[in-house]
């Protein structure tokens, strides 16, 4: 079990880059050929989104009217959730509903622009790191988010839980919602 985790997660930072990168070619190629929404099959396990289509879920579709369906489907599969059947299904874990916040907060305090918020869960040998840190630049609210291992934080007995590393330093910052 451990020597699975650690190997996951070498794979995932190793080859996470690479396949990012390689999905800016592949995507708009496999797009040509979605069958249902969905991937052909050469492209789906490690590009597709199994979850919520090519066209993203309920807050994508909101967030994206009066996109072209293309440029749509290309943003939530390449940049918005990049390999994502691979990262949740190929290097993620079941859940068995147990895990419990070892250190930071079960409910950071991300509303409270003087403070960060944080945690560090785990369940058995896998884990979860999660930091986030408001500040204001050019008048923008902005934050800093880090994430990195499974998003095992409140998954239910029998999901499956998504393998991550994210770092995004200047995403807008909505509060605590």
Known sequence: MILRIILAFLIKLLLDV???????????LALLFEKDNHMPE????????????????GFWARRTIGWPRFWR????LVIRNPTF?????????????????IAGSDNPP??????AGWYYTKEGYIWEVYYIKPYMLLGRSLC??????????GNPPGEVSQFCFVIMPFKKYLGNK
């Open 85 to 101: 059947n691979w990262s949740k299904y190929t290097i993620g874990y079941l859940s068995k509903g147990t895990d419990r916040v």
């Open 110 to 115: 991300v509303g409270d622009k003087k403070n």
């Open 18 to 28: 690479p396949l990012m990168l390689l999905g800016y070619i592949v995507v708009p």
């Open 73 to 76: 489907c290309y943003w939530w």
């Open 144 to 153: 800093i988010r880090f994430r990195c291992g499974w998003k095992i934080r």
């Open 42 to 57: 050469w492209a789906d396990l490690v590009w597709g989104n199994r979850d919520h289509g090519n066209d993203g879920e």
